[in-house]
């Protein structure tokens, strides 16, 4: 009977130590998506500064003037990326594909606190006329801010007029004409 008992005390530690293990393992695995999402849902603009502008007129008209950043001693140059490669593309786009210039209400970029913040330094925040947003990281390699990508899957529409200012998002998404 004894070593029955001194069975279940190594079955039962044994045990409890493979939980603690898969449950460091899940961590580790699912702590940077979380910690994505709650930083970019629930981002506190009071602890950064925080700047509004008016966009100068596009390409294209927009109904689309309300871009805020919640950064603290952004370059200007930098900042001139982030509109070219990310806020008018995502306006244009959406401006096209609901043929309503109103339809992006406003666009929030701020400090990227996810997994990789060398990558990914700004999180954007697009809020839109139904009230659904699109919530993404702003990536950045060798210095430059990568273009912002429709996420439209495999059937993208493009309209032309999208087609020859965005070649680069082109060139990576896939050609499909906008009736």
Same mark, same amino acid.
């Given at each position: 009977?004894?070593?029955?008992?001194?069975?279940w005390g190594i079955f039962t530690l044994a045990m409890t130590g493979i939980l603690i293990s898969l449950g460091a393992v899940a961590l580790v695995i699912f702590h940077p998506f979380n910690h994505h999402?709650?930083?970019?849902?629930y981002s506190d603009p009071s602890s950064t500064s925080s700047a !509004?502008? &008016?966009l100068p007129p596009s390409p294209t008209p927009t109904g689309f003037e309300h871009l805020s950043y919640h950064l603290d001693d952004l370059d200007p140059a930098l900042q001139t990326q982030i509109e070219s490669a990310i806020v008018r593309p995502l306006v244009d786009y959406y401006t096209d594909i609901h043929a309503d210039p109103d339809y992006v209400k406003?666009?929030?970029?701020?400090?990227y606190t996810g997994w990789d913040p060398i990558a990914y330094p700004f999180n954007a925040i697009a809020v839109f006329k139904t009230?659904? !947003?699109? &919530?993404f990281p702003i990536s950045r390699i060798g210095g430059?801010?990568?273009y912002w990508l429709p996420k439209c899957g495999s059937k993208c529409e493009f309209s032309e007029a999208f087609k020859q200012r965005y070649p680069q998002i082109i060139k990576?998404?896939?050609?499909?004409?906008?009736p």
């Open positions: 009977m004894n070593n029955y008992k001194n069975l999402r709650a930083s970019a849902a !509004s502008l &008016t406003s666009i929030t970029i701020s400090k009230g659904a !947003s699109e &919530t430059q801010i990568n990576q998404v896939g050609e499909q004409k906008l």
